[in-house]
């Protein structure tokens, strides 16, 4: 792995980059975007998979998270919409580019995909696209409320300078894992950025983007799913699903919703086997 940074319009995003361009005139990239409260070296051993498989793979470090520039004129999702781009920009030799996000991650290469045009393709792990579900349909309506009070616990608990109470709260919710199981360093880092995951959860809890909106990418996408993540962000998955035509939904067994963390191998396969799909001549 190697780390670069980059300049952009806004500042300097820290970029971290596995392999090396091979095949053809123009490499095939995949760009990686991590969840919020984590960074590139989470997703580091799906990277190395991928790049096993002799892609390129390059992962920014999303706005404000490590030496990546924080956008606070902006939205979060709008800022790291911003960090996506400008990494697709400079990916390097005008190759075709799929983007993969994971959970904030796959929110925001949706987002892109939509006012990016050198996106060829989309492969994204339970985006936390939470505008797609519809508070009239019973599942949905369960979903949304289990979301709710996870954030409601997150914020309010920040707010009431509480933050490890709350942090922890919304990882042993969403990270398959009890708080008191991480190292330390680890807890203390996401203590320390409690005040930026409320923002990010603030924003994202309230997306009211519906799922017909995403039916404006063009490019072939990807929806994954593990079968022992949350109900919302499987049910996320179908309603992104059926809005988007030609799309193909994979369940990968076994896995949850950090499943491109804890099962990298399963999840790389997927989406090098999509990749390799759409582009075959690489």
Known sequence: MAIAMIRAEFGDVEVHGWGEQTGGEAAATIVLLH??????????????????????????????????????????????????????????????????????????????ALVEPRVAAVAVYEPVAFGVLDPSTEPDAIAIAWDRRIAETLMSRVDAGESEAGVAAFVEAWNEMAWDKLPEPVRAGLVAAAPRLRREVATVTVDAMRAEAYAAIRAPV????????????????????????????????????????????????AISSFAARTFPAR
């Open 35 to 112: 969840a919020a409260a984590s960074s590139p070296r989470a997703l580091g051993r799906l990277a190395q998979q991928l790049s096993g498989d002799g892609w390129r793979v390059i992962a920014p470090a999303l706005a404000g998270y490590g030496a990546t520039a924080g956008l606070a004129d902006r939205d979060p999702i709008a800022a790291h919409v911003a960090v996506a781009r400008a990494v697709i920009a400079q990916a390097g030799d005008g190759g075709p580019v799929t983007l993969v996000g994971h959970s904030m991650g796959g929110l925001v290469a949706l987002r892109t």
């Open 222 to 269: 990807l929806l994954l799913r593990g079968d022992r993540s949350p109900l919302a962000v499987r049910l996320i998955a179908e309603r992104l699903h059926a809005a988007l035509p030609g799309s193909r939904l994979e369940t990968i067994a076994g896995a949850g919703h950090m499943g491109p963390v804890l099962a990298p191998g399963a999840i790389a396969a």
